[in-house]
Each structure stands twice: as structure tokens, then as C-alpha cells.
């Protein structure tokens, strides 16, 4: 009845842990997608972030340069016509050159006096722009980045402005600007992105966003203040100023005007002090990932699990009653018959004997008779431990004692008459099997075997002393293969080089020579001929894109930012070029680098590229991370995607996604390759190496 008790308690708490586990695996999955999507959000607008800023220091160093060009500057020391003709052609070049969307010049009073769009309904030539940010800091010396809204274009877009140094004075003699479109940032920035996404000016005004109605309005509800301030300013035309209706809650969480809830994850844009990416995900959406269904089929699962173990534990607990019962009863069967015992005695391969607790024999084998030289009818009733010499049977006494004092079997091996017998003694109980009444003796020979054991020990000693002849065999060989690759890889990295330097020098320089002549012979032919300007143009755009695919192979021969810059400038550019060609998100960190040896440099930097091709390649990922670590003298790469996933320890896997080369490229620098993945759950490779073995790797 207690064990029924013990059962049916235990079956319960099987049938509550599986039900509170269910609940909490529930819970835990929510939590999670709540957790992972807070995550991809921060990491989208970080990225947002980081690519908005390369992006608006595209153009700076460009209206450095053309600010410092003679016929921009001598725009402001003569006053003849033919000084404003040249600047203007100076700006319409430059113009099409940097595929902007104007170029003009502004003297110190602000008035505008040379622009490219001077031809156009709207050209900026006599405008007053001296109340614009960038004209004020610009005229004092300062080159300055803004954006807002044309005056006269209606047009949002970037301006650029570098003061202009005449030869004579000291000051400015007035302000170069250039100004670009702000469709490159919604095309390469907020087009198909989960969520809602927003570059926001300081005062909280929408300035560039992929919800159109958003445009121009305040992301939060603004004070009077601040409306007025940005009125003021001009710089994002006269409004109105609307609201988006987007109120804050806690725990970072934003309602909208319909009640729809959203995540908000905010970012600061790098050097523009103010500026921020606002990054909004609809919660009911997150909701929507997780796998309720899966979960009530959980339920279900556990429920009928638990369920069956129930109806188990009582089938087993009915058979384990009737087989106790059974063999109880055939136990107390054989104690209280010895006639049962004398046939276990009659083994034919072994020598028996039953003792009582003197040790006198009850019952023998023809075995055990043989053994002792005698016949059976002559040994039963006699003492068995007066049939050996003293010091025997002293020992064997012993173990007589011992099996009646304990109740349990003894076991020992003996070496008698150029014999090796094997030797067990067990007890015999009474009836109530409380008593031990007697002793069953069973010996077997064993000689044979222990040869056959020590032959065998032998012959293991000879193979192991040829494995590790064979190992170390192997070892030098391996060692050779490792030099010999590692002279391959070498070799290969110094050819890469050559290869992109002939390729980025000769055949670069050969293309750009010959796009100035298809650009010389469209500005000489588009008002004579207007055919051949056109095939000159196309000419020019074939130039173009060749010197983008030459440019293209010598990078990917061999990036000159890795020998120039290094290992860091290295990554960065690659992982911000492998999102503009992929689409994928990818991001990159560093922490604590200093300049490594260009061994290591080149062996992680092939890793990683190795392991962002095989993220484009294979993973379907959204999302890629390489980041860069030193700590405790080991230097750390990982490459870290959400995509689809393997079975790390499949072979066929890693044969198809090119891990072997990782890790002999990782092995040959003294480091180390880790590969964690699973089917759903993404990839991370790990490349770990110390820091102190860089200067000792390929030598």
C-alpha cells in the first residue's frame, strides 16, 4: 500500500512540473522574441547610424578640394565675366562629377554669384542665403555640414560649405557649397526595414523617415518653444509643424494615436551632436513570433506523457509484485532444499563443493574428487581444510569465516599444482534466509586464460610501443604539411598583392586616362554632334564601370587598407562594403586591438571574409556581426549571424562552407577555431590565437 502511495505522489508531481515547465517555457519564449527583437533593433539602428554618418562626410573632402581650385578663387578678386564663365564651368563640371544636385559660390554678404543650376527656373544666382548655419560658419573659417530644406528648390538634401581664401586676403572672400540629395539615405538606409525608421533633427523634427505622412512633423509632442525655434530657423521651410501623436510609456514603450504599441530604441548619430535614429517595432508583431501553437501542442504532449507514465508505473508496480512474489516463494523453495544445492555441486566444468559452518564437505563433484586424488564416498563428512598443507588451510579457514560472518560471496586465485584455480564461496541461507547454514565451494581452472591474458598484455605493450612510433611518424609529417602550407598560403597572399597592384596601377591608372578623354569628347561634341556626345558618354559609363569591377578585383585580391591601415580599418571597410553588396546588416566592434604582426592581420582577415561569404552564401541571415577583442593576452575574432544554422559536427557541412580552410589558416598562426550552430538558431565562429604567438606564426 505505501509503495501504491509513493507512486501515485510521484505521478503527480511528473504531471504539476510538466505543466509549470510548459508555462514557463511560454513564458520564456515571449520574453525572449520580445529580447532578440530589442536586440536587431538596436544593432539596425546603430548600423543606420553609422552608415549615415560615412555618408555625410561624403562630399567634405570634395568642397575642400574644389574651394582651393583658380577659377573658383579668382571668382572673387576680378570682376570680369570671363572669371564668373570659368567658375561657372568649374561648378557645372563638378556637378556631374560628384552627381550632385548643385554647386554654387556665395560672396561674403551671402548673395549668391556662380551656381550650376544658374540656367534652371529655380537657380540660386542672386538669392540671399547669409541667415543659413552653413554660410555663417563657412564665412568664419569653418567648414560645416547641414541639412534641412531648399528656400528656393523645396528640396531636402545635404549642404556642404568650405570657405574660399582669395590670394590677397586674409579672410574668406566667400563661401563654396555643394549640395546632395537626401535619396541615397532613404534608398541605402530606411528601405525594407522591419519597423518603422527615423532620422530626427534636435528638436525632435522628422527630417528623413519610411513613413512618408511622418515627413516634417514632431516625433514627440513639442513644446511652443520649440516650434517657434524651428520656424525661426528656416531650415525645414515655413510648416506647419505637426505632431506624430506618438506618446511615451514606460519601459520604453511609445503608444500611437490609434493605441497601437511600440518598442522604441534611439541612437545618436555620430558627430552631429542632436541628431538620432529612432527605431520603432510594433509589439503585437513580435508577439506574433512566438510559436503559440507549438506551445499548446506542448501541452498536450506533456499532459499525455504524464498521463502514460501513470498507467506505467502501476503495469510495472503489478509485475514487479507478482515477480517479487514468485521468486520469494522459489527462494524459500531452494533453502529448504538441499537436494537443489547437490545440483548446483554437479557442474560438469567446475569443482564443487558444499560445506556446513564447520567446513566439513556435505556434497562434492567428481571434479572436485578428482582434484583431491580420492573418491567422492571418502571425502563427504570429512574436514575440507585438513586436506591441504597448514599455512592453506589456515587462509582458506579464513575465507570460510568470513562468508558465514558477512553473508556475502568471496572470491580469490591461487596457484596449486601448476594450476591457476579460480575460487568462489557462496553462502546458504536457512529457510527464513536470516542464517547462513551452508557454504558452496566452486573452483574452475583458469591457467589458460591468464596466459592468454598475458600474451594478450604483451602484444598490447608491442602495439602500443609501434602506435607511438606510427604517432610520431605522423606528427613529423603533419609538421612538414603545415610548413609546406604555410608556405603555399604565403606565397598565394604575396601573389594576391602583386596581382592588385598591377591590376590597381597599370589597367587603373590606363581607364582613368581614357574616361578624361571620353569626357573630353563629350564636352567638345555635345554642341556639334550630338551622336558622337552620346557614344562619348557611353563610353564614359563602360570606363566607369570597369574601373568599379578593376577596382573590385584588387580589393578582392588583396584590400591596400589592410597593408596601409591595418587589421581594424581593414574589417571596417569590409563589413560596411559587404552590406552595400549583400543587403544583409552587418556591424562591427573592436576593443583593446593595438597593430598585430601582418601574419595574424592577414589570417583574421581572410577568416572573416571567409565567414561573411559563407553568411551570404548560405545563411538566408538578416543580420551579421564581426567583432574584434583582446583580453588576457588572447586576441578574439568572431563572426556571429541569425540565419538559418547546420550541424556543426557534420563533415558534408563543413567540406560545403569551407570551414577546413579556416581552420588551417587559424592552425598555421597558432590559434585556435571554435564553430557553434544549430538548425534555426544561427552561426558563430570563433578565431582565437595569443596575442604573443603572432610574431612566431609562419616561421
Same mark, same amino acid.
Given at each position: 500500500?505505501?509503495?501504491?502511495?509513493?507512486?501515485?505522489?510521484?505521478?503527480?508531481?511528473?504531471?504539476?512540473?510538466?505543466?509549470?515547465?510548459?508555462?514557463?517555457?511560454?513564458?520564456?519564449?515571449?520574453?525572449?522574441?520580445?529580447?532578440?527583437?530589442?536586440?536587431?533593433?538596436?544593432?539596425?539602428?546603430?548600423?543606420? +547610424?553609422?552608415? &549615415?554618418?560615412?555618408?555625410?562626410?561624403?562630399?567634405?573632402?570634395?568642397?575642400?578640394? $574644389?574651394?582651393? =581650385?583658380?577659377?573658383? /578663387? #579668382?571668382?572673387?578678386?576680378?570682376?570680369?565675366?570671363?572669371?564668373?564663365?570659368?567658375?561657372?564651368?568649374?561648378?557645372?563640371?563638378?556637378?556631374?562629377?560628384?552627381?550632385?544636385?548643385?554647386?554654387?559660390?556665395?560672396?561674403?554678404?551671402?548673395?549668391?554669384?556662380?551656381?550650376?543650376?544658374?540656367?534652371?527656373?529655380? !537657380?540660386?544666382?542672386?538669392?540671399?542665403?547669409?541667415?543659413?548655419?552653413?554660410?555663417?560658419?563657412?564665412?568664419?573659417?569653418?567648414?560645416?555640414?547641414?541639412?534641412?530644406?531648399?528656400?528656393?528648390?523645396?528640396?531636402?538634401?545635404?549642404?556642404?560649405?568650405?570657405?574660399?581664401?582669395?590670394?590677397?586676403?586674409?579672410?574668406?572672400?566667400?563661401?563654396?557649397?555643394?549640395?546632395?540629395?537626401?535619396?541615397?539615405? #532613404?534608398?541605402?538606409?530606411?528601405?525594407?526595414?522591419?519597423?518603422?525608421?527615423?532620422?530626427?533633427?534636435?528638436?525632435?523634427?522628422?527630417?528623413?523617415?519610411?513613413?512618408?505622412?511622418?515627413?516634417?512633423?514632431?516625433?514627440?509632442?513639442?513644446?511652443?518653444?520649440?516650434?517657434?525655434?524651428?520656424?525661426?530657423?528656416?531650415?525645414?521651410?515655413? @510648416?506647419?509643424?505637426?505632431?506624430?501623436?506618438?506618446?511615451?510609456?514606460?519601459?520604453?514603450?511609445? =503608444?500611437?494615436?490609434? +493605441?497601437?504599441?511600440?518598442?522604441?530604441?534611439?541612437?545618436?548619430?555620430?558627430?552631429?551632436?542632436?541628431?538620432?535614429?529612432?527605431?520603432?517595432?510594433?509589439?503585437?508583431?513580435?508577439?506574433?513570433?512566438?510559436?503559440?501553437?507549438?506551445?499548446?501542442?506542448?501541452?498536450?504532449?506533456?499532459?499525455?506523457?504524464?498521463?502514460?507514465?501513470?498507467?506505467?508505473?502501476?503495469?510495472?508496480?503489478?509485475?514487479?509484485?507478482?515477480?517479487?512474489?514468485?521468486?520469494?516463494?522459489?527462494?524459500?523453495?531452494?533453502?529448504?532444499?538441499?537436494?537443489?544445492?547437490?545440483?548446483?555441486?554437479?557442474?560438469?566444468?567446475?569443482?564443487?563443493?558444499?560445506?556446513?559452518?564447520?567446513?566439513?564437505?556435505?556434497?562434492?563433484?567428481?571434479?572436485?574428487?578428482?582434484?583431491?586424488?580420492?573418491?567422492?564416498?571418502?571425502?563427504?563428512?570429512?574436514?575440507?581444510?585438513?586436506?591441504?598443507?597448514?599455512?592453506?588451510?589456515?587462509?582458506?579457514?579464513?575465507?570460510?569465516?568470513?562468508?558465514?560472518?558477512?553473508?556475502?560471496?568471496?572470491?580469490?586465485?591461487?596457484?596449486?599444482?601448476?594450476?591457476?584455480?579460480?575460487?568462489?564461496?557462496?553462502?546458504?541461507?536457512?529457510? +527464513?534466509?536470516?542464517?547462513?547454514?551452508?557454504?558452496?565451494?566452486?573452483?574452475?581452472?583458469?591457467?589458460?586464460?591468464?596466459?592468454?591474458?598475458?600474451?594478450?598484455?604483451?602484444?598490447?605493450?608491442?602495439?602500443?610501443?609501434?602506435?607511438?612510433?606510427?604517432?610520431?611518424?605522423?606528427?613529423?609529417?603533419?609538421?612538414?604539411?603545415?610548413?609546406?602550407?604555410?608556405?603555399?598560403?604565403?606565397?598565394?597572399?604575396?601573389?594576391?598583392?602583386?596581382?592588385?597592384?598591377?591590376?590597381?596601377?597599370?589597367?587603373?591608372?590606363?581607364?582613368?586616362?581614357?574616361?578624361?578623354?571620353?569626357?573630353?569628347?563629350?564636352?567638345?561634341?555635345?554642341?556639334?554632334?550630338?551622336?558622337?556626345?552620346?557614344?562619348?558618354?557611353?563610353?564614359?559609363?563602360?570606363?566607369?564601370?570597369?574601373?568599379?569591377?578593376?577596382?573590385?578585383? !584588387?580589393?578582392?585580391?588583396?584590400?591596400?587598407? =589592410?597593408?596601409?591601415?591595418?587589421?581594424?580599418?581593414?574589417?571596417?571597410?569590409?563589413?560596411?562594403?559587404?552590406?552595400? /553588396?549583400? @543587403?544583409?546588416?552587418?556591424?562591427?566592434?573592436? !576593443?583593446?586591438?593595438?597593430?598585430?604582426?601582418?601574419?595574424?592581420?592577414?589570417?583574421?582577415?581572410?577568416?572573416?571574409?571567409?565567414? &561573411?561569404?559563407? $553568411?551570404?552564401?548560405?545563411?538566408?541571415?538578416?543580420?551579421? /556581426?564581426?567583432?574584434?577583442?583582446?583580453?588576457?593576452?588572447?586576441?578574439?575574432?568572431?563572426?556571429?549571424?541569425? @540565419?538559418?544554422?547546420?550541424?556543426?559536427? !557534420?563533415?558534408?557541412?563543413?567540406?560545403?562552407? @569551407?570551414?577546413?580552410?579556416?581552420?588551417?589558416?587559424?592552425?598555421?598562426?597558432?590559434?585556435?577555431?571554435?564553430?557553434?550552430?544549430?538548425?534555426?538558431?544561427?552561426?558563430?565562429?570563433?578565431?582565437?590565437?595569443?596575442?604573443?604567438?603572432?610574431?612566431?606564426?609562419?616561421?
Amino acid at each position: 500500500m505505501k509503495l501504491r502511495t509513493i507512486l501515485l505522489v510521484l505521478s503527480l508531481l511528473t504531471f504539476f512540473s510538466a505543466s509549470t515547465a510548459g508555462y514557463l517555457y511560454f513564458s520564456s519564449s515571449r520574453q525572449s522574441a520580445f529580447r532578440e527583437a530589442d536586440r536587431n533593433a538596436a544593432i539596425s539602428a546603430g548600423t543606420i +547610424g553609422d552608415r &549615415l554618418s560615412s555618408h555625410l562626410d561624403e562630399h567634405l573632402k570634395s568642397a575642400r578640394a $574644389v574651394s582651393g =581650385l583658380p577659377p573658383i /578663387r #579668382e571668382a572673387f578678386s576680378a570682376t570680369a565675366m570671363d572669371a564668373l564663365a570659368a567658375a561657372n564651368a568649374t561648378l557645372d563640371h563638378f556637378q556631374r562629377a560628384l552627381d550632385v544636385d548643385v554647386c554654387y559660390l556665395m560672396n561674403r554678404e551671402g548673395i549668391t554669384i556662380a551656381s550650376s543650376n544658374r540656367h534652371d527656373p529655380d !537657380s540660386f544666382v542672386g538669392k540671399d542665403y547669409s541667415f543659413r548655419p552653413y554660410f555663417r560658419k563657412a564665412i568664419e573659417g569653418q567648414p560645416s555640414i547641414y541639412m534641412g530644406r531648399g528656400v528656393t528648390s523645396k528640396k531636402r538634401g545635404v549642404y556642404y560649405s568650405h570657405p574660399v581664401h582669395g590670394r590677397e586676403e586674409e579672410g574668406p572672400s566667400g563661401v563654396l557649397v555643394i549640395k546632395a540629395s537626401v535619396r541615397i539615405i #532613404e534608398k541605402e538606409f530606411l528601405q525594407n526595414r522591419e519597423g518603422i525608421v527615423a532620422l530626427v533633427e534636435p528638436h525632435g523634427l522628422i527630417f528623413v523617415t519610411n513613413q512618408e505622412k511622418w515627413l516634417y512633423r514632431f516625433i514627440w509632442k513639442p513644446a511652443p518653444d520649440e516650434i517657434a525655434t524651428v520656424s525661426a530657423s528656416r531650415q525645414f521651410g515655413e @510648416g506647419p509643424f505637426l505632431w506624430t501623436g506618438l506618446e511615451r510609456k514606460p519601459d520604453n514603450q511609445v =503608444l500611437d494615436s490609434s +493605441g497601437k504599441e511600440y518598442a522604441v530604441n534611439m541612437t545618436q548619430v555620430e558627430k552631429y551632436p542632436g541628431w538620432s535614429i529612432i527605431y520603432l517595432q510594433d509589439t503585437q508583431e513580435v508577439s506574433r513570433k512566438v510559436p503559440f501553437r507549438f506551445i499548446r501542442m506542448t501541452g498536450i504532449a506533456i499532459l499525455a506523457f504524464c498521463t502514460l507514465i501513470g498507467v506505467l508505473v502501476f503495469f510495472l508496480y503489478r509485475k514487479a509484485s507478482f515477480h517479487i512474489s514468485q521468486r520469494k516463494a522459489a527462494e524459500a523453495a531452494l533453502r529448504e532444499s538441499e537436494e537443489t544445492a547437490l545440483a548446483l555441486l554437479n557442474a560438469p566444468t567446475e569443482s564443487a563443493l558444499l560445506l556446513d559452518r564447520e567446513g566439513y564437505i556435505l556434497a562434492l563433484n567428481r571434479p572436485a574428487a578428482d582434484r583431491f586424488g580420492r573418491r567422492r564416498e571418502e571425502l563427504i563428512g570429512n574436514c575440507a581444510f585438513y586436506l591441504f598443507q597448514p599455512e592453506i588451510a589456515e587462509s582458506r579457514m579464513a575465507y570460510h569465516a568470513q562468508v558465514l560472518r558477512t553473508g556475502r560471496p568471496v572470491r580469490y586465485e591461487d596457484l596449486r599444482a601448476g594450476m591457476r584455480l579460480n575460487t568462489s564461496l557462496y553462502p546458504v541461507f536457512d529457510a +527464513g534466509g536470516n542464517t547462513v547454514v551452508r557454504v558452496a565451494v566452486f573452483s574452475r581452472d583458469v591457467t589458460e586464460q591468464r596466459q592468454a591474458e598475458e600474451e594478450l598484455r604483451l602484444a598490447k605493450e608491442e602495439l602500443t610501443l609501434y602506435s607511438k612510433e606510427l604517432e610520431s611518424r605522423v606528427k613529423k609529417r603533419t609538421e612538414e604539411l603545415r610548413r609546406l602550407s604555410a608556405s603555399i598560403i604565403s606565397r598565394q597572399e604575396k601573389e594576391r598583392t602583386a596581382i592588385a597592384r598591377e591590376l590597381h596601377d597599370e589597367l587603373g591608372q590606363m581607364l582613368t586616362a581614357l574616361r578624361f578623354e571620353a569626357v573630353w569628347m563629350w564636352e567638345r561634341f555635345r554642341e556639334t554632334d550630338s551622336n558622337a556626345a552620346d557614344r562619348a558618354l557611353a563610353m564614359r559609363g563602360l570606363i566607369d564601370k570597369s574601373i568599379d569591377e578593376v577596382r573590385g578585383m !584588387s580589393i578582392r585580391l588583396r584590400p591596400g587598407v =589592410l597593408d596601409d591601415l591595418g587589421l581594424i580599418a581593414a574589417l571596417e571597410w569590409y563589413t560596411m562594403d559587404f552590406e552595400k /553588396r549583400t @543587403g544583409i546588416a552587418c556591424s562591427f566592434s573592436h !576593443s583593446r586591438v593595438d597593430d598585430v604582426h601582418d601574419t595574424l592581420a592577414t589570417a583574421a582577415y581572410r577568416i572573416a571574409q571567409e565567414a &561573411l561569404t559563407n $553568411v551570404a552564401r548560405h545563411a538566408q541571415a538578416t543580420h551579421a /556581426r564581426v567583432a574584434l577583442v583582446r583580453w588576457n593576452g588572447m586576441l578574439t575574432l568572431s563572426v556571429t549571424d541569425d @540565419g538559418k544554422g547546420f550541424e556543426s559536427d !557534420s563533415q558534408k557541412d563543413a567540406s560545403n562552407f @569551407g570551414l577546413a580552410g579556416m581552420r588551417e589558416r587559424s592552425s598555421l598562426v597558432g590559434g585556435s577555431l571554435e564553430i557553434h550552430s544549430l538548425p534555426g538558431e544561427g552561426t558563430e565562429i570563433v578565431f582565437r590565437v595569443p596575442i604573443s604567438l603572432d610574431k612566431e606564426a609562419f616561421h
